[in-house]
């Protein structure tokens, strides 16, 4: 059974920081590629940040130069560093694993950044 449980979500002040987890399990993470997405309320959820199985990476406009995606294929762990975080950050960050063209999701973790 694939499970991706996220962690590291809270609340924060403007031109703060934050790093996410994603903890995988039941796949075979090292040729996974992975993502983050985010759903802010009453918006469509949208793509923050991607890397591939061969660590490949690719941002959202509005989060390249603050977000950076990283994965560590021993651990079966995708992180999400986010600096200089911004209210319009504010979302539920969901972590996404793909392998052999299925989509596995989480469960998602809450970011909300105060002005």
């Known amino acids: 059974q694939v499970q991706l449980v996220e962690s590291g979500g809270g609340l924060v002040q403007g031109g703060g920081s934050l790093r996410l987890s994603c903890a995988a399990s039941g796949i075979i993470f090292r040729i996974s590629n992975l993502g983050w997405y985010r759903q802010a309320p009453g918006k469509q959820r949208e793509l923050v940040a991607t890397?591939?199985?061969?660590?490949?990476?690719n941002y959202e406009q509005s989060v390249r130069g603050r977000f950076t995606i990283s994965r560590d294929n021993a651990k079966s762990v995708v992180y999400l560093q986010m600096n200089s975080l911004k209210p319009e950050d504010t979302a539920v960050y969901y972590c996404l694993g793909n392998q052999y063209g299925h989509d596995y999701w989480g469960q998602g973790t809450q970011v909300t950044v105060s002005s």
């Open positions: 890397i591939s199985r061969f660590g490949i990476t």
